[in-house]
């Protein structure tokens, strides 16, 4: 699904699936009504074009997909669940995470570009997550671990 237009996009209690590939074409505001939903990525989630900043308010789990950042940032101001897949962050552009991040399985990148994890980190009871990053654009600060 190619993801393209203006403004932002509002959520009213949604899930959505992807196990295929979301193409975010556009700097937008993904958000939530009501007191539930979320996306579960077990496919491809790709911020590909405009430089500008996309944000996402709607709880976010990657079980095993790829997040894709080619271009700008992809801010998560809400729950982001990292459990295992891949990290794609082309130089110049950031994954950025400001809220609740949890951490979960082996998460692997090659980032040219910057993942920034500056909420509060949370490691699952049972849980020991391995983090193979090459490169240097793993960034943890503030918050809580």
Known sequence: MNWVGNGAVTFNNATINNDGLIDLQIASLIQQTGASGVINNTGTFRKSADANQSSITLPFNNQNGTLDIQVGTLLFNIDL???????????????????????????????????????TIQIPSGSSPTINFAGAGLNISAGNL
């Open 81 to 119: 669940t990292l459990d295992r897949g891949s990290y794609l962050i082309a130089e110049s552009a950031n994954l950025r995470s400001t809220a609740i991040s949890r951490l979960v399985g082996t998460i692997q990148s090659e980032p040219e570009g910057n993942l920034e994890l500056s909420g």
